[in-house]
């Protein structure tokens, strides 16, 4: 048994300290701030690449960055703002000068930024991304809403791959209906960022063996929480093979004949990857619709039993690896939670129908909540140096155990102003219309 870990006297104190600390931020300042740390709305403009032409081009993008990360949308946005814009300007920039590879490089800049901080390298090498999928209501009338039994309603998927220093590195928009683990290696593709993970964490979605199969290829090591450890089979290597005391676990055997028959096809497939010519969830998808046929799947799944069974073993015996493996996908779980909280427009439910936009939905949310980070990092770190001037004592090991996913310093909602000197018109509260007959009803 691992025994639970405990928090010293002076982690509490700290914690308490930085929540009674942290300044007051709107998440607007935040953006605002972010941009001038990092300029990520450079990436964002017409698709000719020419001079945005637009009045305030930055004040633009940053609203628009807010109401649609927050899922407020244009409409209720400008109710509330003092500045000159209007729903249709935000409504152009969204359409006509921000898509999704706009939004993964001004994330990208963000991450970069993020990633020279000190603080975060305490919380990770960077080396670690954890996957996990939570999901997002939307109305039923499109193609990617589902109903999802696991969640209870009609929606889709938003697959987060975050990293063991706190930050979303990707994000892949699905539907309820796929199998999450088929987009767990996706996030090495289309990681735009300095940052360059070899170790993803994930639910027991990517237990998938082919999965396993195909991150060994890759170079990839997949690290999935274990459930119903006794249903899984363990391999041999080959079937004179015995050991002392886990004999018993030890069902199968594997056909190695099959694997090395089918090496050139499975380097051609790892090849076509690396260069960026197809997905491994591309790949993954249409090998599991042909699963019983496809031989490459069959050497797939024998490689995938290999390696499967070598990690069984290290989960066996490693309870360290066991508690990293859990530390580590709590993270991504604590993230699903923070980024819900800064999408509070229209209950969180994404009305928008082309698939297209729904992805950018979730950039555009990222885009936020990474910047949300980034702010509070900033922040962190100043008040921790103001505490360690004052003479608070907290070690390597309290700091360790911090996150940015704090919330209670931020302002969502914007200003709201109580004047009772603003005194209404008075009304009698009848209907005088022209040529109008009203019959009233009365209460009997």
Not at 17 to 27: C, D, F, G, V
Not at 61 to 72: E, V
Not at 139 to 162: A, D, P, Q
Not at 398 to 408: G, H, K, Q, V
Request: glycine share 6%; with cysteine; net charge neutral.
């Amino acid at each position: 048994m691992i025994p639970a870990q405990t928090y010293s006297k002076d982690l509490k104190k700290l914690e308490a300290a930085l929540k009674e600390r942290m300044p007051t931020r709107s998440l607007l300042e935040i953006l605002s701030n972010v941009q001038h740390y990092t300029h990520f709305t450079r990436h964002f403009g017409p698709p000719s690449g020419s001079d945005p032409k637009l009045d305030q081009p930055i004040e633009r993008y940053l609203l628009t960055t807010f109401c649609y990360g927050t899922n407020m949308g244009p409409v209720q946005l400008v109710k509330h703002l003092k500045n000159p814009v209007s729903d249709q300007q935000l409504s152009f920039a969204n359409y006509r000068h921000i898509d999704t590879e706009r939004l993964l490089s001004a994330r990208a800049d963000i991450i970069n930024g993020y990633a020279r901080f000190e603080l975060p390298r305490l919380w990770g090498d960077g080396r670690g991304v954890a996957a996990d999928g939570t999901q997002i209501a939307m109305t039923r009338n499109n193609l990617m809403s589902e109903y999802h039994i696991r969640y209870g309603g009609f929606g889709g998927i938003r697959y987060h791959f975050v990293t063991d220093q706190y930050l979303a590195l990707f994000t892949s928009f699905i539907t309820c209906g796929v199998w999450e683990g088929v987009y767990l290696l996706d996030v090495f593709n289309q990681n735009k960022s300095e940052l360059k993970p070899d170790t993803v964490f994930s639910d027991t979605q990517g237990q998938n063996l082919p999965i396993f199969g195909l991150s060994f290829l890759l170079g990839i090591k997949l690290s999935p929480r274990i459930r119903n450890f006794k249903d899984l089979v363990f391999y041999r290597p080959d079937k004179n093979s015995h050991y002392l005391h886990i004999d018993s676990l030890f069902t199968n055997v594997i056909d190695w004949e099959l694997i090395e028959r089918h090496v050139p096809d499975l380097l051609r497939v790892v090849l076509s990857i690396k260069c960026g010519k197809i997905l491994p969830s591309t790949l993954l998808r249409r090998l599991n619709n042909y699963s019983h046929k496809n031989k490459l799947y069959q050497a797939l799944r024998e490689l995938g039993w290999a390696v499967r069974t070598i990690f069984l073993l290290r989960w066996l015996t490693d309870g360290e690896f066991r508690v990293e493996v859990t530390a580590e996908t709590n993270k991504v779980e604590g993230y699903n939670k923070f980024a819900a909280w800064l999408s509070f427009g229209n209950e969180g439910i994404v009305t928008e129908n082309a698939p297209e936009e729904q992805e950018k939905r979730s950039h555009y949310t990222d885009l936020v909540a990474d910047a949300a980070i980034y702010q509070n990092v900033v922040d962190m770190s100043r008040v921790l140096k103001k505490l360690a001037a004052e003479g608070l004592d907290f070690n390597r090991e309290d700091l360790e155990a911090l996150s940015p996913y704090i919330t209670r310093h931020i302002k969502r909602f914007g200003e709201y102003v109580l004047d009772l000197s603003n005194v209404p018109d008075p009304w009698d509260g009848k209907l005088e219309l022209p040529k109008v007959q009203l019959e009233l009803k009365t209460g009997g």
